[in-house]
């Protein structure tokens, strides 16, 4: 036990030395700063910028409603179409409403994209106050409510983790047990009391850790906190386990560390992309649940938003588990076969 | 304490590797394995030092299987051609690694560091040393559990003359406080000067085994290459 620490501590202090320990923290930073501007563009924008065209607007009714909802929404007068197209270009405004010549009860509206939040928050107000024009009875649908809760932070949070779990297991762990192959490094350690065995159960904590400290720097930069944080965070390192070993593996089967960082990013994107992409593809959602990042991903998500207990993911947690253990199990094989190690 | 190494071989092809050699070597012997690239010496030095593992054949120490690799560890020191250090780190780093690892007590590493002048270095990043500098910490290294064999490969390889003076020094050391040794070379100054015993290799077969003196009336030496 005293000489995995060791190894742990050993592989803690090469990963800052080989400076390959920035990385995985240098991603929760990024993370955070990008949320942070993001939040300065107000995705869910409380008062709507919408820019009138003057020359075309006329005296539509539109218009005075537009006047009239001043809570709801700022105008901004815009000379001409260029300039409204601009100013959504430079996200001044949401929409442009241009009147049409000669004037009638409809209007065309402008819009950076179909469908985007902003352009769905317009569509809202202007039904809003079509409605009250008309003096018409409530909107037919009282409520809309998601399978997806939270803001554009909650839902990238959990491929956020996915990238970190698939960098530290496909980019970091190959690399560094690829160039302790290729200096002889390993065969070094196993001179010494070390075994294989003891080996692998270092790398294996060396990645669990290293993944699960920068997750809580994510987690503690976006400001999340799961509600049930013991069985997030088990399933977080069976996750790690999994994906760490898969590491281990493909490091001992590269000679070099140069060619065990381009098999670690063949197998990083497939692993990363289609599990994170899921929600936005028909396709994709077919073929993702083949994927073992899919098996982590979706039901992390839902342990996160859904409230989803650790019970209700038996399959995906054996399936975690019984993976990365055949691949640790063949990773110790491969330390046996002295002549690979040596080669 | 005895080495004895009974039929062990390892054939990579036709020719190619270590085929079935059986010797003993006595404490305090200091052993040169000479021959041709590619005769086997390194192969058999790995086997030694359990960096690879023979096809057939045992080797053991006062009947300690080396197949028994926690039972030995301590016993051999092995010092590849090419050092294998952690090269982010210093000399004292690399040092204590191992020395804790061997559950050695951490004086060892300062007794060591001094009796091969590397005090001076001892927070000098190994990327940054020499050759030679990197041979000796090797060395020091591969004594911090206090072996009773040495296993050394090519261990001038590549070194100034200088260099090559300080890692004989060094050996002639290990071999007055008792220590044994075995060390592949092709440097026939090494075998006159340091070996008490010479085991030479010709295509994976062992064709002499005896004295410097014998070995250099020989026709396998004077048939050599003129480096040998």
């Known amino acids: ?343 | 304490m005895q080495l004895a190494v009974r039929s062990i071989s390892k054939v990579y092809g036709p020719e190619k590797g270590l085929f079935p050699v059986s010797f003993d070597v006595k404490v305090g012997e200091v052993v040169a394995i000479v021959g041709h690239n590619g005769a086997g010496k390194s192969t058999l030095l790995k086997m030694l030092s359990n960096w690879i593992q023979p096809d057939y054949g045992d080797i053991t120490i006062n009947g300690l299987n080396l197949k028994n690799r926690q039972a030995v560890v301590k016993i051999i020191g092995f010092v590849p051609e090419v050092p294998n250090l952690f090269d982010f780190f210093s000399v004292g780093y690399n040092l204590k690694l191992f020395a804790l690892l061997f559950g050695a007590p951490l004086s060892r590493v300062d007794q060591i560091l001094e009796e091969f002048n590397l005090l001076s270095f001892k927070k000098a990043k190994v990327r940054t040393l020499s050759k030679g500098l990197r041979q000796r910490v090797s060395i020091g290294r591969s004594l911090i559990a206090d072996p009773a064999f040495l296993l050394l490969d090519e261990p001038t390889s590549g070194l100034d003359v200088d260099m090559t003076r300080e890692v004989y020094r060094m050996m002639i050391q290990m071999h007055k406080v008792g220590r044994t040794i075995l060390f592949t070379t092709h440097r026939p100054e090494e075998i006159k000067n340091l070996a008490t015993r010479i085991l030479a290799f010709s295509k994976g077969v062992l064709m002499f085994d005896g004295t410097p003196a014998d070995y250099f009336q020989t026709p396998l030496y004077k048939n050599s290459s003129p480096q040998l």
């Open chain 1, 1 to 343: 036990m005293k000489n995995i620490f060791i190894l742990l501590f050993h592989d803690f202090a090469f990963a800052i030395k080989s400076k390959s320990i920035y990385l995985v923290f240098f991603i929760p930073l990024f993370v955070f700063a990008s949320e942070y501007l993001l939040d300065q563009s107000k995705t869910e924008p409380e008062k709507l910028k919408i820019a009138v065209v003057t020359t075309e607007s006329g005296s539509s009714p539109i218009f005075q409603m537009l006047q009239e909802a001043g809570k709801k929404v700022e105008i901004i007068v815009a000379k001409n179409e260029a300039e409204g197209r601009q100013l959504i270009s430079d996200h001044s405004v949401q929409a442009v409403v241009l009147g049409t010549n000669p004037p009638s009860k409809q209007l065309s509206l402008i819009v950076l994209r179909r469908d985007s939040v902003e352009t769905l928050a317009t569509l809202q107000l202007f039904s809003a106050l079509q409605r009250i024009h008309e003096k018409n009875n409530p909107s037919w649908i009282s409520e809309i409510k998601s399978l997806r809760e939270g803001g554009l932070r909650s839902l990238t949070l959990t491929t956020w983790i996915l990238m970190l779990v698939l960098l530290v297991g496909f980019i970091i762990l190959p690399a560094q047990v690829a160039e302790e192959k290729e200096k002889k490094l390993i065969l070094a350690l196993l001179q010494t009391p070390i075994n294989e065995k003891q080996w692998l159960i270092s790398k294996i904590l060396f990645g669990i850790l290293l993944s699960l400290a920068s997750i809580i720097l994510l987690m503690f930069l976006s400001r999340f906190n799961p509600k049930n944080a013991l069985a997030s965070f088990a399933f977080l390192a069976l996750g790690s386990y999994c994906f760490s070993a898969a590491g281990i593996f493909l490091g001992l089967l590269c000679r070099h560390q140069a060619s065990a960082r381009t098999l670690g990013f063949i197998f990083y994107l497939p692993l990363l992309l289609p599990s994170a992409l899921s929600d936005f593809s028909k396709k994709l959602t077919v073929i993702a649940p083949f994927l073992p990042s899919y098996q982590f991903f979706s039901p992390l998500h839902d342990l996160f938003f859904a409230e989803t207990s650790l019970t209700a993911m038996i399959f995906p947690m054996t399936y975690l588990m019984v993976l990365g253990s055949v691949l640790l199990g063949f990773s110790y094989l491969l330390m046996q076969k002295r002549w690979l190690m040596n080669a």
